[in-house]
């Protein structure tokens, strides 16, 4: 009997602390009554859930007794994975950074203040090709107080004339160079990542220098994680070619004069924030671990506080249903914060459609100001410190991550590594396995691969400008079945109706409900509309009812495996007969006994049976 002290909350306190033995005991009785025979760390394995980069997802986290656990240390020290200063985000919260993009400067300017009145304490400017004219920076920020929001510039190749542009302001509005507070957002490695473009980083150089010499609160150079993450790359491959890029830009800096503590002050490093709340989490501690090992290995351990901007992730943006993409960023922006980002952008649940408007634009700023102002997620430091979860995660995360970036050095460095081909094959591999699980459903998509709403009216929005090409490529979790609904959709054009099929759901609604739910979900990720009224009874109600159904030539029988084999192979044939030329069943292979085509289930390669249904149906497929 453990013996706890009476602090007046004696609830539990007569009760044995739980060992992990006795917890894979009851594992191991829920995995018997399965049919499993397995004991103890196997059975914890058989609940076990492999992610990308080779970690696991254990069912069971607890701290080992022998105190090998890693020491996360204290926020504000070495090696920071507890946040890059003492007080966190406690103060003020963190800073609510919007991104700003169009063409004309008028217009964004107009944005631009809305968004500073409404609760936007820093500006992320895209310039140059994809964003304003650099010339039309002044215009963009005119009536901005320059001296209390911080500016980012975005603006590719031409990040030196943005940067002298902005500088310039600042000098002609008399803001000092002690209350100016900005990043000029050179990062010619980010851009060869985008582009395919060399840039010669001479210029970057330059303006650190000149930053680091007289403008106290201006980093120069912005390490951008974006263009790997929406690649494709898992979080380990993000953390490590972010590594690999600052160490080539602290190289270049120490090179050209600069003291190290110096050169670490003139960086800024972006991440993806992902709905993937946990792993986001971890992501962001295991970066300022790493980087803060960098800075160890460097001579200046105390300077590795990293500065970090984090973005809510533009590859989990739905076209389709783009409501939820209001959820998506909700989670992504929490665990950003309780990961500890110094700056966080919520990208507007319009971002995949085009400019967002006024109405997405709110809701993203909101979306922090919730979170800061009515859920107080700021005011504790280090909300995950303590959770062994996170913490395993944190330090296996960091483990992935230093791996590869070791591999990314000896290739050379991060130039070497895009050049060669090296990062473009990783993280088209990385790619390819995900969307093996996306096209499974393994990995869901809720209003796309999952309840899709085939109703749903398309949100329109005017086009943004087009984004630079030419580098790595730009995923999107959702792109094989928009493809698929973009077919459905040129059909409903052309046609007056969407592809159909038929659902022939047999017997009462306790035997068939199940698998006609699942049948209905799956098509309609296709685009293609599940007809099943009325309920089948026999072979004959089914022929019937298909008839009437104005399928295109697919049917899918729907019941209980006891139905199956009492009714499938008959009602199968009356299909036939009424003009079905295929004929699905839901369920597994070997489900039942009958003259079915193909079977679909849980775990089917979805985007591939969708794909070949709507090819028999004769939909066009115009890519």
Request: charged content about 20%; proline content about 6%.
């Amino acid at each position: 009997m453990t013996v706890l002290p009476d602090d007046g909350l004696s609830l539990a306190a007569e009760f044995p602390v739980a060992t992990h033995e006795q917890w894979q005991r009851l594992v191991e009785g829920v995995l018997r009554k399965s049919g499993k025979e397995v004991s103890g760390e196997a059975a914890e394995e058989a609940l076990s859930t492999p992610l990308e980069d080779g970690l696991i997802t254990r069912p069971l986290y607890t701290a080992p007794p022998d105190g090998t656990a890693p020491d996360t240390g204290f926020p504000g020290f070495a090696p920071f994975v507890r946040g890059g200063r003492p007080e966190g985000t406690t103060a003020n919260g963190w800073d609510v950074r919007q991104r700003m993009v169009g063409t004309d400067p008028a217009r964004l300017n107009e944005a631009v203040l809305a968004d500073l009145e409404n609760g936007v304490t820093s500006l992320w400017l895209t310039a140059g090709q994809g964003g304003i004219p650099v010339d039309g920076l002044a215009r963009a920020l005119d009536g901005v107080y320059l001296d209390l929001a911080p500016v980012v510039l975005d603006a590719g190749a031409e990040y030196a004339e943005a940067a002298r542009t902005l500088l310039s302001l600042y000098a002609e509005r008399s803001v000092s160079p002690e209350a100016a507070r900005a990043s000029l957002g050179a990062d010619p490695l980010g851009h060869e990542a985008r582009t395919g473009e060399a840039l010669d980083p001479a210029g970057a150089v330059e303006l650190a220098l000149e930053a680091a010499a007289g403008w106290p609160g201006v980093r120069a150079l912005t390490v951008d994680a974006l263009p790997y993450h929406e690649a494709g790359g898992s979080a380990a491959e993000e953390l490590a070619l972010s590594l690999a890029t600052g160490v080539a830009y602290l190289r270049a800096l120490t090179e050209a004069g600069l003291s190290v503590e110096a050169a670490l002050g003139q960086l800024e490093f972006r991440y993806a924030a992902t709905a993937d709340q946990f792993l986001t989490i971890a992501k962001l501690r295991a970066a300022r671990r790493l980087w803060s090992r960098v800075a160890e290995a460097s001579g200046a351990p105390e300077a590795g506080a990293q500065l970090q901007h984090a973005v809510t992730s533009p590859v989990m943006m739905t076209r389709r249903d783009p409501w939820v993409n209001m959820l998506r960023t909700t989670v992504a922006c929490m665990a950003a914060g309780v990961g500890g980002a110094d700056s966080v952008t919520v990208l507007p649940f319009d971002h995949e459609l085009g400019l967002p408007d006024a109405f997405a634009r709110r809701i993203a700023r909101n979306t922090s100001t919730i979170l800061l102002e009515e859920s107080h997620l700021a005011r504790v430091i280090d909300p995950a410190g303590g959770s062994y979860y996170v913490e395993r995660l944190t330090d296996e995360l960091a483990h992935a991550a230093w791996e590869f970036f070791q591999t990314l050095e000896k290739a050379g460095g991060q130039a070497a590594a895009l050049r060669s081909g090296l990062v473009a094959e990783r993280l088209a591999a990385t790619w390819a396995a995900r969307s093996k699980k996306l096209a499974k459903r393994r990995e869901p998509i809720t209003g796309v691969s999952e309840f899709p709403l085939l109703s749903e009216k398309p949100v329109v929005r005017e086009s943004a400008p087009p984004a630079p090409t030419g580098g790595l490529p730009r995923v999107r979790r959702d792109e094989a079945y928009e493809a698929l609904r973009a077919r459905s959709d040129a059909h409903l054009a052309a046609t007056g109706a969407r592809p159909r099929i038929f659902l022939a759901a047999l017997g009462p609604a306790a035997a068939h409900t199940a698998r006609a739910g699942f049948a209905s979900n799956l098509f309609q990720a296709g685009g293609i509309e599940a007809v099943h009224d009325p309920v089948s009874v026999d072979a004959a109600t089914a022929a019937a009812a298909y008839a009437a159904s104005g399928a295109d030539g697919m049917a899918v029988l729907c019941s209980s495996d006891a139905l199956y084999a009492e009714q499938a192979g008959a009602v199968t044939e009356a299909l036939r007969a009424a003009g079905a030329t295929t004929v699905f069943l839901a369920g597994k292979p070997g489900t039942a006994e009958a003259s079915v085509d193909e079977y679909v289930f849980a775990g089917c390669d979805a985007v591939a049976v969708l794909s070949s249904v709507l090819d028999r149906m004769g939909v066009p497929n115009e890519q």
